[in-house]
T-cell receptor, first 107, second 115 residues
């Protein structure tokens, strides 16, 4: 499977701050997916992107499908304590996920 | 409500024993998957199945076995050949075949600890 590079590996931020994380690949993808995993639970889909250049929002979350189709980013605005968790990207030509970005939000 | 049910949530096993993790979905999804997650790590694909009676190895299939006798069920057996089985196991399913723009729905996971 293709290699997905997700960064940063972890983030420690203050409540109210904005967050940005990204995923890159050496291969082209047709779909980018962003998931969030709460501790001890399964990942839950946040945003799905199906078209190069697509910018999609879901509440305080915004994600974009890169023009080159080799990258995607996820932004979280005005973070709150319940944003804590691991965020995974997946480029859906195969079934592989990035290594995840672990987010900690300090009240 | 439709979803994926994994059981048990927590499982303890002695070294040398096989153990089977259950995964059942009532979403009428075609494909099912098993992932392994180690602490602080991402998801690694163990096995996947696109249709009944067919399954494929993922990246870390050694020491694991699966079956897909029914569309809604995809149990995973962790055998004694698996050198380091302690991990969090996640089952998922999707509606489209693997080559499509499919979105995975995950179960809540099963945590296996080998004593």
């Amino acid at each position: 499977g293709q290699q997905l590079n997700q960064s940063p590996q972890s983030m420690f931020i203050q409540e109210g701050e904005d967050v940005s994380m990204n995923c890159t690949s050496s291969s082209i993808f047709n779909t980018w997916l962003w998931y969030k995993q709460d501790p001890g639970e399964g990942p839950v889909l946040l945003i799905a992107l199906y078209k190069a250049g697509e910018l999609t929002s879901n509440g305080r979350l915004t994600a974009q499908f890169g023009i080159t189709r080799k990258d995607s980013f996820l932004n979280i605005s005005a973070s709150i304590p319940s944003d804590v968790g691991i965020y995974f990207c997946a480029g859906w030509n195969d079934m592989r996920f990035g290594a995840g970005t672990r987010l900690t939000v300090k009240p | 409500d439709g979803g994926i049910t994994q059981s048990p949530k927590y499982l303890f096993r002695k070294e040398g024993q096989n153990v089977t993790l259950s995964c059942e979905q009532n979403l009428n999804h075609d494909a099912m998957y098993w992932y392994r997650q180690d602490p602080g790590q991402g998801l690694r694909l163990i096995y996947y199945s696109q249709i009944v009676n067919d399954f494929q190895k993922g990246d870390i299939a050694e020491g694991y076995s699966v079956s897909r006798e029914k569309k809604e069920s995809f149990p995973l057996t962790v055998t004694s050949a698996q050198k380091n089985p302690t991990a969090f196991y996640l089952c998922a399913s999707s509606i489209f075949p693997v080559s499509g723009a499919n979105v995975l729905t995950f179960g809540a996971g099963s945590r296996l600890t080998v004593l």
